[in-house]
């Protein structure tokens, strides 16, 4: 196997994206992603079963798409890397058999590997539109929104020391933008039609609150989030609203919900930057498609003295890239492969990278 600059493919199937990408060392040369989101729009969010029936049907076509997209032959790669957790189970189980199945196929050494650390680990591949990538330095502070975690990460090292400081204590951020997109009447998936809604919305027009943020919460949960309260806020304000007589100004309704959302996010990932002397901050995930939380994330960095980094946003949703990616630097890095005894685990903690 090349230990210097790994052929490596990259296997994600955490929830409903199929994501295949391909990696020689930290360049990109394939990623290749097929979502189920239409088929879940029609239930109002991810259908677990769906989710990995789609991945079922779409793997055998997406592995096939990235390797000529790559320019290689399957039996080219020098390893195959897999997401084992954290994710749906049955989403997870689909990926973790496929990848096995191409190990011992082809007889190559196998990396299962954290989808939240594999986020952090999309920043450091080099693309034709960024080639001279800076590298990652260390430590770094990780802020990674989707739909399904909301997570803040203190990465020392990332293929060796990752903790985990905080996350969210009931729904992810992307669970609360779908929830309030159905309190207001608009379609699945709520994140970009929320963003779409507040163009030109005043996001003072509500003070909608800031879970977990008062004195009394910053004992326990300095660095954990909280959507619940916020998304209950939301609709109590429309429904009394309506009960009223009056007109919901959706407009203002959004952008009040997106402020508060993402003031929260990224009070306490500038919280944690300060208070633990990391004068770097990355974002990672779906939601930081969200236009407002990158505006934001600017200023507050720039006013705090602290690095920003955003990979590319094709890199910041679910994909394979970024899991070949953190295989690619493991095996760089001289870590041993996984044994064929692991298996998707639903709930694996941000701390360990590799199983």
């Known amino acids: 196997m090349n230990r210097d600059n790994p052929l490596v493919l990259g296997i994600e199937t955490s929830c409903d994206e199929t994501g295949i990408g391909i990696v020689r060392g930290s360049r990109l040369l394939s990623n290749t992603i097929a979502s189920s989101m239409d088929e879940h729009a ?9 989710a990995a029936r789609a991945h079922l049907e779409e793997l055998v076509p997406m592995i096939r798409a990235a390797t000529e997209d790559a320019g290689i032959r399957l039996e080219d790669v020098d390893a195959i ?9 049955g989403a997870l189980m689909v990926g973790v058999g496929a990848a096995k199945a191409l190990a011992i196929a082809l007889g190559k050494p196998i990396y299962a590997v954290n989808h939240l650390v594999g986020h952090v680990g999309a920043d450091v591949l080099q ?3 960024d080639p001279g990538t800076e590298p990652l330095e260390y430590p770094t502070i990780a802020l990674l929104v989707s739909g399904g975690h909301t997570s803040l990460l203190l990465v020392r090292d990332l293929i060796s020391d990752v903790e985990l400081l905080g996350e969210t204590i009931d729904d ?13 009447g608009l379609p699945y998936p709520g994140g970009p039609q929320i963003d779409r809604v507040a163009l030109g919305g005043d996001p003072a027009y509500i003070r909608f ?4 943020s008062h004195h009394k919460d910053m004992e326990h949960h300095r660095y954990d989030f909280s ?7 939301v609709a109590r304000w429309v429904e009394q609203t309506r009960d009223a007589g009056e007109t919901v100004p959706l407009a203002d309704v959004a952008a009040s919900f997106r402020e508060a959302a993402i003031d929260i996010l990224l009070t306490k990932a500038v919280a944690a930057c300060t ?23 600017v200023e507050r960095t720039d006013a705090a003295g602290i690095a920003l980094r955003i990979p590319p946003l094709s890199l910041c949703t679910d994909n394979g890239a970024m899991i070949a990616a953190l295989g ?28």
Request: aromatic share 6%; charged share 20%.
């Open 42 to 50: 029609r239930y109002g969010g991810v259908v677990p079963e769906v």
């Open 81 to 89: 890397a897999v997401t084992y957790g954290p994710g749906l189970s």
């Open 127 to 129: 693309t034709d539109a």
């Open 172 to 184: 992810a951020a992307g669970e609360a933008f779908d929830k309030v997109a159905r309190i207001l």
């Open 209 to 212: 609150p800031r879970g977990l």
């Open 227 to 233: 959507f619940s309260g916020l998304k209950t806020s």
């Open 275 to 297: 208070d633990l002397g990391v004068p770097r901050l990355l974002l990672g995930g779906g939601v930081i498609a969200n236009a407002r939380l990158r505006e934001l994330a």
């Open 328 to 355: 690619a630097q493991l095996i760089m890095a001289g870590h041993e492969p996984s044994t064929l005894d692991f298996g998707a685990d639903s709930t694996l903690p941000a701390s360990v990278i590799q199983g």
